[in-house]
């Protein structure tokens, strides 16, 4: 069983970049497809970019197409999420998942597994 855990975040002025990274263990990762969700205060949780095993396949929300790329590196058994030219409204907690299904999963009760979270905040 594989527990994820994500860093990488913090307070960023809008216009900027982080990169958010979640590290795998208790598993091989390269088994599982992986996805980025994020969830804003009073929102619900939201799609954000997922992974396929592999890395060859990759889909983004199109909230955030062309500012953010998710990748892997199955040697590293870590997952990134490059977020660049940030927005206030991207703020909220990043969280990690990962499942063993056939494909790229953009619905979150398709992913068995999941990080603590970490907090992302833009500011103006």
């Known amino acids: 069983q594989v527990q994820l855990r994500e860093s990488g975040g913090g307070l960023v002025q809008a216009g900027g970049s982080l990169r958010l990274s979640c590290a795998a263990s208790g598993g091989t990762f390269s088994n599982y497809n992986m996805g980025w969700f994020r969830q804003a205060p009073g929102k619900e949780r939201e799609f954000v970019a997922a992974?396929?095993?592999?890395?060859?396949?990759?889909y983004t929300a199109d909230s955030v197409k062309g500012r953010f790329t998710i990748s892997r590196d199955n040697t590293k058994n870590t997952g990134y999420l490059q977020m660049n030219s940030l927005k206030r409204e991207d703020t909220a907690v990043y969280y990690c998942?990962?499942?063993?299904?056939?494909?790229?999963?953009?619905?979150?009760?398709?992913?068995?597994?999941w990080g603590q979270g970490t907090q992302v905040t833009v500011s103006s």
């Open positions: 998942a990962a499942n063993t299904g056939w494909g790229i999963e953009r619905k979150g009760y398709n992913y068995n597994y």
């Open positions: 992974i396929s095993r592999s890395g060859g396949g990759t």
